[in-house]
Antibody, heavy 120, light 111 residues
Framework: QVQLMQSGAEVKKPGASVKVSCKTS????????ISWVRQAPGQGLEWMGW????????NYAQKFQGRLTVTTDTSTGAAYMELASLRSDDTAVYYC?????????????WGQGTLVTVSS | QSVLTQSPSVSGAPGQRVTISCTGS?????????VHWYQHLPGTAPKLLMY???NRPSGVPDRFSGSKSGTSASLAITGLQAEDEADYYC???????????FGGGTKLTVL
C-alpha cells in the first residue's frame, strides 16, 4: 500500500534551518510528483511547493522563494523539504503529499505530518 | 486572505444535507483549473475527498459529491454522520500567482 512516512518533530531556534524527510513506499516513486503543504497553529493549509520526481524541477510559492529547497533521492524514494532562516511564524505542521496539486488528481496520499517549532 | 473563499463554518444535524462552497475567480476556478477537496481532522493527515471537481477517490462514500460552475465549486454531503465533523478545504491552481491555492477552510459541525 502507498505510504509516506515523515521524520519526527523538530525544535529550532530563529535563524536556523530545518530539513524534513518524506520516505515513500508502495508505488513507483518517479511516477508521481511530491508536494509540500504546511498548517500553522489555528490556520488553514498553505501550499509551499512541489518537485517533479522524474525531472527534478521544482516550483515554490513566492513567499518561500530563496528560503525553501525541495529535493529527492530517487534511489531511496525519499523527498526532502529544507526551510532556512526560520522565524517564529514558521512554526507549523509540515506535510508531504503525493502528486502535483496543480494536476487533475490533486494530492492523493499524505504523510502524517511533522511539527516544526521555532522558538528561542 | 485566501484566494479561494470558503465560509468559516457550517453545521447540520445527523442525516441532513450540507453544502460547502468555494468561490474563486477567473484566474483559478473560472479559468478551468480543477478543484480538489480535502477533509482534515485535527492531528491527522488531510484526506483527498474529491478530485478534478467531481471525482471521488476509491473508498470515499457516495454521500460526498462535488460540482463546479463558473468561478465557484461546491462540496455536498448528504446523510450527515458524526464522523463527518472535520475541516474541509478546497484547492485549485491560480495562473496569476502561478501557484497552488487553498481555500481558508470550512469547519463542519454535526449537531
Amino acid at each position: 500500500q502507498v505510504q509516506l512516512m515523515q521524520s519526527g518533530a523538530e525544535v529550532k531556534k530563529p535563524g536556523a534551518s530545518v530539513k524534513v524527510s518524506c520516505k515513500t513506499s508502495g508505488y513507483i516513486f518517479t511516477s508521481y510528483d511530491i508536494s509540500w503543504v504546511r498548517q500553522a497553529p489555528g490556520q488553514g493549509l498553505e501550499w509551499m511547493g512541489w518537485i517533479s520526481t522524474y525531472m527534478g524541477n521544482t516550483n515554490y510559492a513566492q513567499k518561500f522563494q530563496g528560503r525553501l529547497t525541495v529535493t529527492t533521492d530517487t534511489s531511496t524514494g525519499a523527498a526532502y523539504m529544507e526551510l532556512a532562516s526560520l522565524r517564529s511564524d514558521d512554526t507549523a505542521v509540515y506535510y508531504c503529499a503525493r502528486g502535483a496539486m496543480s494536476s487533475s488528481s490533486g494530492g492523493d496520499y499524505w504523510g502524517q505530518g511533522t511539527l516544526v517549532t521555532v522558538s528561542s | 486572505q485566501s484566494v479561494l473563499t470558503q465560509s468559516p463554518s457550517v453545521s447540520g444535524a445527523p442525516g441532513q444535507r450540507v453544502t460547502i462552497s468555494c468561490t474563486g475567480s477567473s484566474s483559478n476556478i473560472g479559468a478551468g483549473y480543477p478543484v480538489h477537496w480535502y477533509q482534515h481532522l485535527p492531528g491527522t493527515a488531510p484526506k483527498l475527498l474529491m478530485y478534478g471537481n467531481i471525482n471521488r477517490p476509491s473508498g470515499v462514500p457516495d454521500r460526498f459529491s462535488g460540482s463546479k460552475s463558473g468561478t465557484s465549486a461546491s462540496l455536498a454531503i448528504t446523510g450527515l454522520q458524526a464522523e463527518d465533523e472535520a475541516d474541509y478545504y478546497c484547492q485549485s491552481y491560480d495562473s496569476s500567482l502561478a501557484a497552488v491555492v487553498f481555500g481558508g477552510g470550512t469547519k463542519l459541525t454535526v449537531l
